[in-house]
C-alpha cells in the first residue's frame, strides 16, 4: 500500500506535491476529490512547467495537476500496463476501480523488473582555464579543486553515476593531463571515460563539434564542469522528452535589486516611483540536452559558446525549451562562490 504516500486532496499545495515526488519511488503526485476519485496526476515535469508560469509553492495543487491522465483496471496484467505506458509514454500507472478510486499505483520500472544502464552520453566541459579562481587555477585545472575534499568534477562524475549513466565525454585543454592522469578510462568507476582535446579555447559548446556524430542516436547531457548540483537527471531527460524539443536549458531565478529609486516617466511626468525594487529573471544554469541532430550546426575547431548555438537552434525554427532547476545548484567558478559550495558540501552531499 506504498502507493497511499502519493496521494493528496484538491487543497494542498504545489509544496506538498514536490514532497511527495522527491520522496517516494513512484516519483507522481495522484490528486483525489471529497470521495477519493482520482481527478489529477502531478509529475515532476509538471512542477517544472508551473516554475515557468512563476507560480508560487502555496499555491494549490490543481493549478498543475493533469486532468487528463492515463490508468490502469484492476484486472489489467503485468503486459497490458506495460502496453498502456508505452503507447502513452508514462512512467507511472494508477490503477482505479469503477468509482474511479485509486486501488494501486504501479512504476514502469517494477514492470520491467531491470537496472539496465542509461546509454545517454553525458558531455563534461572542463576545458577552461578557471581565471576567476586564480591563483589556485595556476598549476591546477579548476575541475581538479577539490570542494568538500573532492576534485569538483569528481563529484559531478559520481552525481550522473548515481543516476545510472555511464558514457562521458570530458572536454579539455589547460592542464588536460593532469585530468586526464586523475580520471583515466573510468575504469575506476566502473563508466567509460573518453576525452575531447580542445587544441584552443572553443568556448562553452565548441568542444562538441569533437563528437563522433555517426555514434549518437539518444539525447546528449552537456553540463559546465564548474557546476555543482543535485538534480535527477533522468527526470531532465523525461522533462526535455515530453516536450519534444530539440534543446533544453536548464534555469534558475535570479533575483536583483536596484539599489537606487526607480521613477516611471510618461513624457515628461513622473507616474509612479518604486524604491529599490526587486527584480526576477531566469538565467542559464549551465546544464543542457540536445539532440544529436543540433550537433550539425557546429563546425569544428571553431569558438562557440552555447548562447551562440542556442541563437542557432532558435534561427533554424528547431524546439528549445527550458528546465527550472528548483534543486541545489551552484556555480564554483568564483572565489567566494567555491568557498560557500566547501561550507556547505557536507549537507547537499552527504
Not at 593531463?177 to 573510468?186: D, L, Q, T, W
Not at 523525461?238 to 513624457?267: L, S, W
Not at 534543486?327 to 572565489?335: L, Q, R, S
Request: hydrophobic content about 40%.
Amino acid at each position: 500500500m506504498r502507493w497511499k504516500k502519493t496521494v493528496v486532496s484538491a487543497d494542498h499545495t504545489i509544496a506538498d506535491a514536490i514532497r511527495i515526488i522527491d520522496d517516494c519511488v513512484e516519483k507522481v503526485c495522484l490528486v483525489v476529490d471529497k470521495n477519493d476519485a482520482l481527478i489529477g496526476t502531478v509529475t515532476d515535469g509538471d512542477v517544472r512547467r508551473g516554475l515557468i508560469r512563476s507560480l508560487s509553492l502555496e499555491s494549490p495543487v490543481i493549478e498543475i495537476m493533469r486532468r487528463e491522465f492515463t490508468v490502469a483496471k484492476p484486472d489489467d496484467g503485468k503486459q497490458r500496463m506495460l502496453e498502456i505506458m508505452r503507447s502513452n509514454s508514462v512512467r507511472q500507472l494508477p490503477i482505479i476501480n469503477a468509482q474511479s478510486q485509486i486501488v494501486g499505483l504501479t512504476i514502469e520500472d517494477e514492470l520491467l523488473e531491470t537496472n539496465d544502464r542509461n546509454n545517454n552520453r553525458v558531455i563534461l566541459m572542463a576545458g577552461g582555464l578557471g581565471h576567476r579562481l586564480m591563483p589556485m587555477t595556476e598549476n591546477r585545472p579548476k575541475p581538479l579543486l577539490k570542494v568538500g575534499g573532492y576534485p569538483v568534477l569528481e563529484t559531478i562524475l559520481k552525481t550522473f553515476i548515481d543516476g545510472n549513466f555511464y558514457k562521458f565525454y570530458l572536454s579539455v585543454n589547460y592542464r588536460a593531463e593532469m585530468i586526464k592522469e586523475h580520471f583515466g578510462n573510468g575504469d575506476h568507476w566502473n563508466v567509460n571515460i573518453q576525452y575531447l582535446v580542445e587544441d584552443s579555447q572553443l568556448g562553452t559548446a565548441g568542444a562538441l563539434g569533437l563528437l563522433p556524430v555517426e555514434d549518437l542516436n539518444e539525447p546528449l547531457i552537456v553540463m559546465n564542469g564548474d557546476v555543482l548540483t543535485n538534480v535527477n537527471f533522468n527526470n531532465l531527460l523525461d522533462f526535455h522528452k515530453e516536450q519534444g524539443a530539440q534543446a533544453t536549458m536548464c534555469v534558475r531565478e535570479y533575483d536583483y535589486q536596484v539599489p537606487f529609486g526607480v521613477v516611471t516617466i510618461d513624457n515628461q511626468y513622473v507616474v509612479d516611483l518604486e524604491e529599490k525594487p526587486v527584480y526576477t529573471s531566469f538565467v542559464n544554469a549551465g546544464i543542457y540536452v540536445l539532440e544529436p541532430e543540433i550537433l550539425k550546426l557546429i563546425v569544428k575547431d571553431e569558438h562557440l559558446d552555447m548562447t551562440d548555438l542556442f541563437k542557432l537552434i532558435i534561427g533554424t525554427g528547431m524546439k528549445s525549451t527550458v528546465f527550472p532547476v528548483r534543486e541545489y545548484w551552484i556555480d564554483v567558478g568564483k572565489i567566494d562562490d567555491f568557498q560557500r559550495a566547501n561550507y556547505e558540501f557536507s549537507k547537499i552531499f552527504p
